[in-house]
């Protein structure tokens, strides 16, 4: 789906209906192309579908540190996002995106293990906006020149899951501060800038810029400044696809190697809905 071979789309498949050689094919599908799959057109009316689909890459995630309320009844594994009320209140976690300079992260990187594979099952999609971009960071980290790379090989970062959640209720005032127990259970945690993928031995730039707080040795502003750089350049066109969204799209994507952000959407004017599910397995070298 992009000019540097990141994400594939795949075409003509049942989720529903899987054989052995099906399962086969999107687990090679996954790894091959950089870590992002796309399947469109997809009724799994049945939320056990959707479990048994993300149980493929890996062992589902519970969802202990998001509001009950928000996980679909029956399913702990399946949290709801999106932009739902119910009784006056939230029945899903939104996080309101904002303009650009999007919210780039892979999913949870602050805690260990982190969920290796996230995937999002569209339910409802603004007819505009609310579009998630992937970004396929072993591709771009290829394609730095060299004396890039043996800048950046061995440095390490700081990730931190208050940090991140400062950031968003700046934004999203509902949005409550970490609960003591959360703060501890979530410590700042330490991890190389350039991640090899325990499957390929791929190296990717491992950039969630959101959860990191500094670059260790670095003073803050050299620091950031070299993120943010490294940060644009993996986001450019060549490296990233804009996925737009249509009820029945299901995309499943690798945290070890890849970012993605929201966009914005009119939240008055439309509803989002997505079912997201993770799963845990290898995790990068220095975790
Ligand atoms: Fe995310």
Sequence with gaps: MTDSGFGVEIMGMDLAALDAACEHKLRRAFIDHGGLIVVRDQELNDPADLCRFAALFGALEQNDKYDPDFLLPGFPEILRIGNVVENGRYSALFIRADPPPLLWHCDDSFRDPQPVGSCLYCLSAPASGGETGFAGMTAAYEALPDQVKTRIDNLYTIHSYHHLNEL???????????????????????????????????????LPLCHIESVEGLPDHEGRELLEELLSYATGNRFTHFQHWRPGDLVLWDNRCTLHAPTPFDEQQYTRLMYRLTVTGAQIAGF
Excluded at 173 to 183: A, F, G, I, S
């Design 168 to 206: 968003l209720r700046i934004g999203n005032p509902h949005r409550p501060p970490l609960t003591d127990k959360l703060r501890r259970d979530h410590p700042a945690v330490r991890r190389p800038l350039v991640a090899r993928h325990p499957a390929t031995g791929r190296k990717s730039l491992y």
